[in-house]
């Protein structure tokens, strides 16, 4: 019995080949989301980044601020929530298309941060409001730098 034959039979095959191209074409790794249990732009940004084909787990916690210090994060690189995602920290608000960019390249960093909660960046993106610029920070124990730059979700 072929293992094409073994996987049909198990009922994974048809569910292989019903999943959208994105999806199927590529495996993007799990995002691991530390949120406070109380903030709500941190599940928007939460749907953005599933929206965009990655998989998220998201721990609630009272003290995110301890796991910002653990994980290297700058206190005047801070947002309202932070990410783990293949050997790199996510702080804030980071739109999808920066973080698709910085594991394909892989630079040598801690990772990537929105400082603040910039209007219109993802999770932020509120009817009505008007979408600021503002830049995604590559940052190491070293400092940061532009790594790109934003209006809403929109790279500029």
Do not use: N
């Not at 599940?43 to 009272?62: K, Q």
């Not at 690189?77 to 790199?88: K, R």
């Not at 973080?99 to 929105?114: F, M, N, Y």
């Amino acid at each position: 019995m072929s293992r094409r034959a073994i996987l049909a039979a198990a009922g994974v095959l048809p569910l292989a080949f019903s999943l959208p191209g994105p999806l199927r074409a590529e495996t993007l790794p799990l995002v691991t989301v530390t949120k406070d249990p109380s903030c709500g732009c941190c599940d928007g940004w939460v749907a953005h980044i599933e929206a965009a084909g990655f998989l998220v787990r998201v721990f609630e916690s009272d003290d995110v601020f301890s796991l910002k210090q653990r994980l290297g994060v700058p206190a005047d690189l801070a947002s309202c929530h932070t990410a783990e995602v293949d050997g790199y920290v996510i702080e804030g608000h980071v739109p999808a298309a920066a973080l698709r960019r910085l594991l394909a390249e892989r630079p040598q960093a801690i990772g990537l941060a929105v400082p603040g909660m910039p209007a219109g960046s993802p999770g932020m993106d509120f009817p009505g409001v008007e979408p600021e610029r503002y830049e995604v920070l590559l940052f190491d124990a070293s400092g940061h730098k532009a790594f790109s730059r934003f209006h809403g979700a929109q790279e500029i």
